[in-house]
């Protein structure tokens, strides 16, 4: 898998993370248990995030901090030929060529980065 995929899919779990911490407040024996404030656990996850979208290469690094401020995901799976952040089809030629994973694919309709479920 493309190093950069890698990355995306990891910022994408991190987001889903801290976005179930924002929605879901911590039950005090969660507090207990791990020792840290919601607002603490925000702060790690944030700065964890930007740690790694530094990492991205710079047109990436664009694409995916626009796609993160106006969709919920900005990476979807791709099973059998279809986009999972629009539904779309994708071209039969992507989803057919080997290797698809060891480079960086976009949805030609919603723009989101594209990784291929077998």
Not at 23 to 48: N, Q, T
Request: charged share 30%.
């Amino acid at each position: 898998m493309h190093p950069q995929l890698e990355l995306l899919l990891e910022l994408q779990d991190m987001h889903a993370q801290r976005q179930a911490l924002r929605d879901e407040p911590l039950r005090k024996v969660e507090e207990e248990v791990f020792d840290l404030r919601p607002v603490e656990a925000l702060e790690l996850l944030d700065a964890k995030i930007e740690e790694l979208t530094e990492r991205l290469d710079p047109t990436v690094q664009r694409r995916y901090v626009d796609l993160s401020e106006t969709l919920d995901r900005a990476v979807a799976p791709v099973l059998n030929g279809i986009c999972y952040g629009c539904f779309v089809a994708t071209p039969t030629a992507w989803s057919s060529e080997a290797g698809r994973n060891d480079r960086i694919t976009v949805c030609a309709h919603c723009g989101r980065f594209l990784y291929y479920v077998d």
